[in-house]
């Protein structure tokens, strides 16, 4: 009976893609503190600015917040041409500091480079670290994240319907009824869908960065009016350059290089 070799594949697919996404998330929100007792859980702390960044928007994140935030403390010149020159060396802690590195001695640097090599900063990679270490944050080479484990989920479930529909479309007598052919392909289809159903309410949306339980911390700071400077900050900290609203400032961000023209 060749459809029953069908529904073991439907079940292997539904099968392992399910119970990754189980491990993954599991994974994913178990904070790593062995080596650090002191490290507060999620529910005890809350994010600082940097921190926000690097869950909401990785490495390239911090960088930005940093960008603009020295910018409107007037310590960088942030020109809309793409340029970034610096007016006060000094960096009052180390992720301000290796912004200031990246932008090179000569105190100038198109904002675009700069921008990769703060990212890639020992100072962010600590910051990362910490996050790691405390269960807010996704590891790096984990092998898959939540979301992607989500998409493999997504993918089995396809598959289990093109398999159950070429079953139930062998010629042929089967020796079996087509109403429990379609049954039996059904189980491994609602793992699939149930599977979804429970990521998507707990641990969406899916993010590269932030855990399940970094996730849970940001939700406050989403979607909070820009009051005063340490609230604007936050809003371009979780939403991006998108949340700068000086025209100036954005066009700094979003330059481009263009074609010379005559």
Known sequence: MFWVLLLFLAWAFAGTAC???????VRADTPDTTDLPGTPTAGERELTLYE?????????RVADVTLVSLARQRR?????TGWATVVDPRGRDEIEQSVIGAIGPEGQSQIAAARARAAGAEAVRRLADGLVR???AV???????VGSAVRRVRAAALAVAVLGTTA???????????????A?????????LSCLAIARFETHPYSPWASPAGQRLLRPLTGKPAR????????????????????????AFTHRDQPWRE
């Open 19 to 25: 119970a990754l996404l189980c491990l993954t998330a």
């Open 52 to 60: 926000a960044a690097f869950l909401s928007g990785g490495p390239a």
């Open 76 to 80: 960088l010149l942030l020109a809309h």
């Open 134 to 136: 405390a269960g807010l």
């Open 139 to 145: 590891p790096e080479g984990a092998g898959t994240s």
């Open 168 to 182: 139930l479309l062998l010629p042929g007598d089967t020796g079996t009824p087509r109403p429990l052919m379609g």
């Open 184 to 192: 039996w392909f059904a189980l491994p289809l609602v793992l699939t």
């Open 228 to 251: 005063d400077e340490r609230s604007f900050l936050t809003s371009v900290a979780v939403r991006g350059i998108r949340a700068i609203g000086e025209p100036e400032l954005r066009a």
